[in-house]
């Protein structure tokens, strides 16, 4: 329940109570939190259970008891808490998390996928055949940090990242493989349409980026603001790979190859937020709320990996040699081109 989902609501106010209904079906779904939600956007101050988004009453109370996983596992760990509660096997199960991250078969699809599809996903996998349950990456032994695309070393370890530079002759071109693969996620990488990871190689000419040397690709699914056109989908299904072949001739004043992976978990919200702000008439606080949302979503990127190569200076004499074969070559390569995106 970010300023995000909350400024959004208080715009929607009463005229669009299906939205709103919507939204807090997973983003608060207390009844209790739903009411002071409802009297926030009538005037009424914003409490701070209504400020909590998913609570643990959400999960583990129902009409009034509490109920929580298998009790054998937290006697092992001399971990019995709110003096007992009723054991139910279905907190060890993916299908406890599919009601808020598993569209139904009726919800939004693009392409003939829906738009959130993680359940299906896991259920497509090797990781459902192996038990390999939602909570046994998100919530390792029971705790609650629900790490996902924000956490860096959950990500990272997730993944195994290849770079391979095999130079031709001196002053030739650069061939750079790097290579990411799914190798730890029970899910396609990322799952969702709002994270975008940018895959880029390029020379070094001292600190900076030597001019036009950049490659890049880009892992994720883009899609239009109104969920009406899909742009691409590259995310990666368990065990999926996706190479960036970069190759090139190296820059005189080159002095290194600088492989590296950048996640921008917020991507589509970047997007959304400025577009949001740019199209609508609001009112002050909901402003503020939506300016803190695109704040935070734009610092929310971080740098996954890196890898510097250093390279051998080019010689004058290569220099030469390399100016003649292009001018016998009758194509020249210069690799993918750069993400626009």
């Not at 969920?227 to 290194?256: F, M």
Request: proline share 7%; hydrophobic share 35%.
């Amino acid at each position: 329940m970010g300023p995000g989902v909350i400024g959004q609501l208080v715009a929607a106010g009463g005229a669009h109570p299906r939205f709103v209904r919507n939204c807090l079906s997973c983003h608060a779904p207390g009844h209790r939190q739903g009411l002071m939600l409802k009297a926030y956007m009538g005037g009424a101050p914003l409490s701070p259970l209504a400020r909590q988004g998913v609570t643990c009453a959400d999960c583990h109370v129902r009409h009034y008891q509490r109920f929580g996983p298998p009790l054998l596992a937290y006697l092992a760990a001399g971990r019995v808490v709110h003096n007992g509660f009723t054991p139910e096997s279905d907190f060890t199960r993916s299908r406890f998390c599919a009601s808020c991250h598993q569209f139904h078969k009726s919800g939004a699809r693009l392409n003939g996928v829906l738009l959130e599809n993680t359940y299906n996903e896991w259920r497509a996998s090797p990781y459902a055949k192996r038990h390999i349950t939602c909570q046994s990456c998100h919530m390792p032994k029971g705790r609650h940090n629900f790490y996902g695309i924000h956490n860096r070393r959950f990500v990272r370890r997730a993944l195994t990242i290849h770079m391979d530079l095999r130079p031709d002759l001196p002053g030739g071109p650069l061939h750079v493989r790097l290579s990411v693969i799914n190798s730890g996620v029970g899910h396609d990488f990322p799952t969702y349409t709002t994270p975008k990871v940018v895959v880029s190689v390029r020379q070094m000419c001292g600190s900076k980026v030597c001019p036009h040397s950049m490659r890049q690709i880009v892992i994720g699914r883009r899609i239009s603001l109104d969920l009406r056109h899909q742009y691409y989908d590259t995310r990666l299904a368990p065990g999926a790979r996706r190479t960036l072949r970069y190759e090139l001739p190296q820059v005189p004043a080159a002095t290194a190859v600088l492989g590296q992976i950048i996640v921008y978990p917020d991507a589509a919200y970047v997007r959304f937020f400025r577009a949001y702000l740019a199209a609508r008439t609001l009112a002050p606080d909901e402003r503020s709320l939506i300016e803190r949302a695109l704040k935070h979503d734009e610092d929310s990127g971080y740098v996954l990996w890196n890898r510097r190569q250093e390279l051998k200076p080019v010689s004058i004499k290569a220099r030469v040699t390399r100016r003649g074969h292009a001018r016998n070559a009758k194509t020249h390569s210069v690799g993918q081109r750069p993400y626009a995106g």
